[in-house]
Structures are given as structure tokens and as C-alpha cells.
């Protein structure tokens, strides 16, 4: 019974260390009295040909239809982060960041504005559940028709920068039109 187990993790080993190749039994060793199966048998390993590339081998799955960019952080820190970048834009009309997070923030903004372009209550409930300032909704909503009334889209502008100092992260410039 301790033969049996034996041999089988030595089979199990055998077959995780030599994956990928065949083998050829050389010579017969001789039979256990106790099981009744050979003991010794002598292999040879021979290659065998590969039949997929390296990369292949990997079990990522791609994000096809996946258009939420999830810049590397749970669901709510994402969506504090989002909200936090999109207030400072409204305020400032420029920001500095990664260029993954400038892409990801220009829809946010962009609806912003096409809240405060509509200018109804509902729009400004809206833009006060999104944005963290109150203030600075009501002067979106007062400066937004005629700074955008005449554009249909596209009030967002992300330039490339200088990749950054430390860690060599893209950089872009995220600004109003």
C-alpha cells in the first residue's frame, strides 16, 4: 500500500517537472512481489515539438467591451477619486495628472458641462450629487451656456506632459476649452 501511494506521487512529480516532454520506456526492471508492477523502468525524455508560443501559456483574461478604466483601485475609491478630480477641474480649468486618469475624468467633466448647458433643476441635482462643492456648481451653471452654448461636446483638452520624475508614470495636462 506505501509502494502504491509511492509510486503514484512519484508519477505525479515526474509529470509536473517534465511537462513538456514525451517519453520512451528504454528497459524493464524487475516486478514487485508485493504489487505485482515494475519498480525500476528506465525513461528517456525526448522533446517534444512546442505547438504554441510562451505568452499563450498565461490565464489573463482580456477586457473586451470593458470601457470603465479601473486605474488600480476599488469601486468607491475610484469613484471619490473621479468625483475629487472632476471638482478641481471645474475650479482651476487645468490640472496635472496621469495621463490613464486625465482620459478617464474627461467624461465626467464633459457631462458636467452639458448639466450646466441644460440648466434645469434636475440637471443641478444632479451636478450637486456628483461635484463636492456647492458653490462651485451655481457658477458652472451661471458660466456654462454662454462659455459652451455654441460647442456640442469635446469642453475637455488632455495634453501629454513629461513622463514623472519618480516612478516614470505618463503625465498629461487635463484642461477646459
Known amino acids: 500500500m506505501?509502494?502504491?501511494i509511492y509510486q503514484h506521487t512519484m508519477a505525479k512529480f515526474f509529470i509536473s517537472q517534465f511537462i513538456s516532454y514525451q517519453y520512451k520506456i528504454i528497459g524493464m526492471g524487475s516486478v514487485s512481489s508485493f504489487t505485482g508492477t515494475h519498480i525500476s523502468t528506465v525513461m528517456e525524455p525526448t522533446i517534444a515539438p512546442?505547438?504554441?508560443n510562451s505568452k499563450s501559456s498565461s490565464l489573463e483574461m482580456m477586457r473586451h467591451r470593458k470601457k470603465v478604466p479601473?486605474?488600480?483601485k476599488p469601486a468607491d475609491q475610484r469613484k471619490a477619486l473621479l468625483r475629487a478630480l472632476t471638482t478641481e477641474i471645474i475650479r482651476h480649468g487645468r490640472?496635472?495628472?496621469t495621463a490613464v486618469r486625465?482620459?478617464?475624468v474627461r467624461k465626467h467633466v464633459d457631462h458636467m458641462i452639458e448639466l450646466g448647458k441644460r440648466g434645469d433643476l434636475?440637471?443641478?441635482?444632479?451636478?450637486?450629487a456628483w461635484v463636492y462643492d456647492k458653490d462651485l456648481?451655481?457658477?458652472l451653471f451661471e458660466a456654462a451656456p454662454e462659455r459652451y452654448g455654441d460647442r456640442n461636446g469635446g469642453?475637455?483638452?488632455v495634453l501629454r506632459t513629461m513622463p514623472r520624475q519618480g516612478d516614470n508614470a505618463k503625465m498629461a495636462v487635463i484642461e477646459l476649452v
Do not use: D, E, P
Not at 434636475?122 to 450637486?128: C, F, V
Open 95 to 97: 490640472i496635472k495628472t
Open 102 to 104: 486625465a482620459k478617464a
Open 155 to 157: 469642453y475637455t483638452r
Open 122 to 128: 434636475h440637471a443641478r441635482r444632479q451636478a450637486l
Open 2 to 4: 506505501i509502494f502504491v
Open 50 to 52: 512546442r505547438t504554441h
Open 70 to 72: 479601473k486605474l488600480g
Open 137 to 139: 456648481v451655481h457658477s
